[in-house]
């Protein structure tokens, strides 16, 4: 199995609390994604990162942010946390989002349930 | 951005066939992926296809047709370890958006 980790795997906490998320992979891939997944939504993605220190934006960004200062470790954090943002957060990896297709498969790590109260 | 469209249930019987059908609008397509994901658990890659055409992969299989932007995962001969989520994603201008899933159950 790919190696890549979240932790915490659940966490309860309450408005206006900074929560940070943390991804691990050994795998030495260059892209690193985090998505959320909510009822009637599916996979969301949140933000997601080319390489150290390079990140980028998803479609649902404002109230997070990410740093990656290594190539395995990609971190999310909610600066303040709302209700809003209570949902299962999933890291993923990738080698490349270009070709060959087979690059292009994301790898998920085990998801980290965060409930903001 | 995307707008990709699937079922949200399904249900058939063991050992029946059982066609997922994902519809999409996008710009800038590279490829069609089928993810499985099973209750509480992380989801798992199946297939992808990049060129119009039918993939085959043991008893899933995975059609594309980009001028329609329709694609469908056919599941054969169901199992009870197949009822699960069935994410349909599309990669747009290299960047993996999902539809909202499928759950499919499989009745013994």
């Known amino acids: 199995d790919a190696g890549i980790t979240q932790s915490p795997r659940h966490k309860v906490t309450e408005t206006g609390t900074p929560v940070t998320l943390r991804c691990h992979q050994t795998?030495?891939?260059?892209?690193m994604y985090w998505y959320r997944q909510d009822p009637g939504h599916g996979l969301r993605l949140i933000h997601y990162s080319y390489g150290v220190k390079d990140t980028d934006k998803g479609e649902v960004s404002d109230g997070y942010s990410v740093s990656r200062s290594k190539t395995e470790d990609f971190l999310l954090t909610l600066e303040s946390a709302t209700s809003s943002q209570t949902s299962v957060y999933f890291c993923a990896i990738s080698e490349s989002p270009g070709q060959p297709p087979e690059a292009n498969v994301l790898t998920f790590g085990a998801g980290s349930r965060l409930t903001v109260l | 951005g995307q707008n990709i469209d699937q079922p949200t249930e399904m249900t058939a019987t063991e050992g029946a066939i059982v066609q997922i059908n994902c519809t999409y609008q996008t710009s800038g397509f590279n490829g069609l992926f089928w993810y499985q994901q099973h209750a509480g658990e992380a989801p798992t890659f199946l297939s992808y296809?990049?060129?119009?055409g039918l993939e085959e992969k043991g008893r899933f299989s995975s059609f594309l047709s980009r001028s329609k932007g329709y694609s469908y995962l056919l599941l054969k001969e169901l199992q009870m370890k197949d009822s699960a989520s069935y994410l349909c994603?599309?990669?747009?201008?290299?960047?993996?958006?999902f539809g909202a899933g499928t759950t499919v159950t499989v009745r013994a």
């Open positions: 296809n990049v060129l119009d």
């Open positions: 994603a599309v990669t747009s201008d290299y960047k993996l958006s």
């Open positions: 795998e030495n891939h260059r892209y």
